[in-house]
């Protein structure tokens, strides 16, 4: 399939998974990603596949630590509260060194929150969220096309780190529709899995899935080793979007939905004759240093944008590392920032205003 | 000199690490005369608890996994639906079982899920010392239930096996007790069966098994299986509590 089809964000990720070879789909019910589910609910039966609505996101994520362990690609999905349920057993998966795909269709939180599109996840998702020293890989697609393909490469990722994969969006990118291209992707080279639980068939050794090691040293060995490999990431997986940034005074950062608005603020700026670029980190783990420690050496001022009170913004200070100022725009709860407070935000910096 | 007594091919040639008279020990024997007696040890993935038998992935020779506590139903679920031709089982103790894994319990058995689950209730959480679990009897003094335990305050046992047997997707759920000869005998009978009806890709099955736990019991061995007769029967009696055909 390569011609252009519109589709809704959240069935265009169904899709794409199941383009990408994922046959087993674990989740329960919650808004505002449901679309995922149902089109799962549809779909798999059809092509052998297994969707199966759990009791619970505890239950939901277990499965798919089971299916994972079992060799499988497997994908569940949720949003923030279900995600929040889900934090055990994806350190599990991360401790037991499993791949599988995360969605998270972030609402507005804490608590029972909001069903409105927010960004206020980005610290559950990129510092840990469950417990120990893990991270997942985070990619933050901006377009439903991105969506798609972020999703197929999600799940090599996974197989290739042997680590889970999250895919974080939210409300908006879930719900809206617009034109995307699926490059259909041989199923048949999936990669060869000798560590999952098939049946020894009497003929090796038996595998076990685990994540526990009494003995420190062993445990400390382990965790060096996905160190190893977490460092493996930072070196091939980071990707993120710069534009305008070479000649700018003001650099925007934002990632998703947040990005495309700070884009249309940027080209008014610069019709004013501001000269604004745009960091959008794809990665949010790993996050996309280099580029910021190379523009702050010519930047006056960075500017995060978020929806979430200030969460990103501190890995962009992290990578400036004081160069020069950073400065951080929000809102929050459901609420989107619009074009003009973001333009309004960096005149007041720039002491235009 | 002809053997007449060894150990199941199914069981791992290593030491177990189980208390001197815990049943635990027992049971894994069963489970692994099971596996050998229906050949099955290479087409077999189980599912180890958090408990006393968090270890149980070393000791069987199939594939296994370590769940999170309480999950091992979800996790074989996830496992059986990959490899429907494979049995897959789980072997959880009480707390695992039906205090912080209820809802996995319970939504395993209404879908009728194509597993095994061997259920050890020794009525105390073992590893962590000796608190109370979901199964404790009524003055059953633990850690945590220092004056007995009292139902008005702290509930009442939960009987799983009976409970689960009320669902439609339970296909075979059996209470054994490995305190005598002729009880584990019986209790071997029920594992077999329950594997047997799964290769048949009959549905859900359960052995609950009572079991001892001299440790935290803080009695010896002997002791501890005269209290299991004494005290958990007359409250968790034994025998067939669900053998349905399941519709549809
Ligand atoms: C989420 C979580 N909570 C608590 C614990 C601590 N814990 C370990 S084993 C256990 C109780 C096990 O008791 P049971 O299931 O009855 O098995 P037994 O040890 O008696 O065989 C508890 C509470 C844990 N490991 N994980
Ligand atoms: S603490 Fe109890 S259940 Fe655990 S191994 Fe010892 S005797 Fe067995």
Redesign the pocket.
């Known amino acids: 399939m390569s011609d252009k089809v519109l589709m809704k964000g959240n069935e265009a990720i169904a899709e794409a998974a199941i383009q990408a070879g994922c046959r087993y789909f674990f989740g329960y019910p919650i808004t505002p990603q449901t679309e995922v589910a149902a089109y799962m609910a549809k779909k798999m039966p059809k092509i052998g596949g297994v969707f199966l609505q759990a009791e619970s996101e505890v239950s939901a994520i277990n499965m798919v630590y089971g299916a994972a362990g079992a060799g499988a690609r497997v994908m569940t999905s949720s949003s923030s509260p279900g995600i929040s349920l889900k934090q ?1 057993g994806i350190s599990y998966i991360a401790g037991a060194n499993l791949p599988c795909v995360i969605i998270n269709i972030v609402r507005g939180g804490p608590g029972l929150g909001g069903i409105q599109p927010a960004q206020s996840d980005y610290f559950q998702a990129t510092k840990g969220g469950g417990h120990g020293d893990y991270h997942l890989v985070v990619f933050a697609p901006a377009s439903i096309q991105e969506m798609v393909d972020l999703t197929s490469n999600a799940f090599d990722v996974a197989d290739k780190y042997r680590t889970p994969v999250m895919i974080i969006g939210d409300g908006m990118l879930g719900q809206m529709m617009e034109p995307v291209t699926f490059q259909s992707k041989e199923t048949a080279s999936l990669p060869e899995k000798p560590w999952a639980t098939t049946g020894t068939k009497g003929k090796r050794e038996h595998n076990i899935i685990n994540s526990l090691y009494l003995n420190p040293e062993d445990l400390e060995k382990n965790i060096l080793e996905r160190q190893e490999r977490y460092n493996t990431i930072k070196a091939n997986e980071v990707r993120y979007e710069a534009v305008g940034v070479e000649d700018a005074d003001y650099v925007l950062v934002a990632y998703g939905m947040t990005a495309r608005i700070a884009k249309n603020a940027m080209a008014t700026l610069r019709k004013q004759g501001i000269k604004v670029g745009l960091i959008r980190p794809i990665t949010l783990w790993p996050f996309p240093t280099e580029i910021f420690e190379k523009t702050a050496k010519t930047a006056k001022a960075f500017l995060s944008v978020e929806m979430s009170m200030g969460q990103m913004v501190e890995d962009v200070r992290l990578a400036v590392n004081g160069a020069c100022p950073v400065h951080f725009y929000g809102r929050t709860g459901g609420m989107v920032p619009t074009p003009d407070e973001i333009i309004n935000e960096v005149k007041k910096i720039g002491g235009v205003l | 000199m002809e053997k007449v007594f060894e150990r199941p091919k199914a069981l791992c040639n290593v030491p177990l690490h189980y208390c001197p008279g815990c049943t ?1 020990g027992i049971v894994h024997r069963l489970v692994a005369e099971v596996m050998d007696e229906l050949d099955i040890t290479g087409d077999t993935i189980g599912v180890a ?6 270890f149980a992935y070393n000791y069987f020779e199939c594939d296994m996994h370590e769940a ?3 999950r091992a139903p979800a996790v074989a679920t996830g496992i059986k639906r990959v490899h429907n031709d494979k049995i897959v089982f789980t072997y ?9 894994g209820t809802a996995e319990t319970v939504h395993a058995a209404a879908r009728g899920e194509n597993i095994t689950i061997i259920f ?3 009525a ?5 010392g000796g ?1 109370m ?1 979901p ?1 404790s009897l009524a003055g059953q003094i633990t850690q945590t239930t220092p004056y007995g335990r009292n139902p008005k305050t702290q509930g009442y046992p939960i009987r799983m096996a009976e409970m689960l047997s009320t669902l439609d997707g339970a296909r075979y759920i059996e209470r054994v007790a490995v305190d005598s000869i002729k009880n584990i005998k019986a209790a071997k009978a029920a594992i077999k069966k329950a594997f047997t009806l799964q290769m048949q890709g009959e549905g859900f099955t359960m052995v609950e098994v009572l ?1 001892s ?1 001299p440790t ?1 019991w803080g009695l010896s061995p002997v002791e501890a299986l005269e209290w299991l007769r004494a005290n958990m029967i007359p409250h968790y009696p034994l025998g067939v509590y669900c053998d349905k055909k399941l519709e549809g």
């Open positions: 055990e | 635990h608890p958090v408990g006393c038998s968090v999170s506590h309480g959880q103790g009480d707390g695992d079982l039906a205090a912080i050890i209730n020794n105390i959480y073992g590893m962590t608190q679990a199964t079991s736990c935290n």
